[in-house]
């Protein structure tokens, strides 16, 4: 279980997780969109969006997220 106190009201559409345990939210444009990421306990660790010290993603519509067989997780946004 994880606290979902982060994203309350941001409105998660789809959560994925990685081979490592953490947890992967997508949260929905009109709830700001991005995605939030939590370690394996359930503690946030980062909230990725388009703004600086967000990761820089191309766009906040976040509409995909895969892992690879090196545990590196791809994100696909409305921008690329």
Known sequence: ???????AGRFPFKIETDLSGNI???LSEAGGGGVQIFN???SPVKLLNDLPGGG???DK???SVATD?????WIGTAKG
Do not use: C, I, R, T
């Open 24 to 26: 992967w939210m997508l």
């Open 61 to 63: 519509e976040v509409l």
């Open 69 to 73: 067989k090196s545990d590196y997780m």
């Open 56 to 58: 820089l993603l191309p």
């Open 1 to 7: 279980s994880f606290s979902a106190n982060n994203v």
């Open 40 to 42: 394996k306990e359930g």
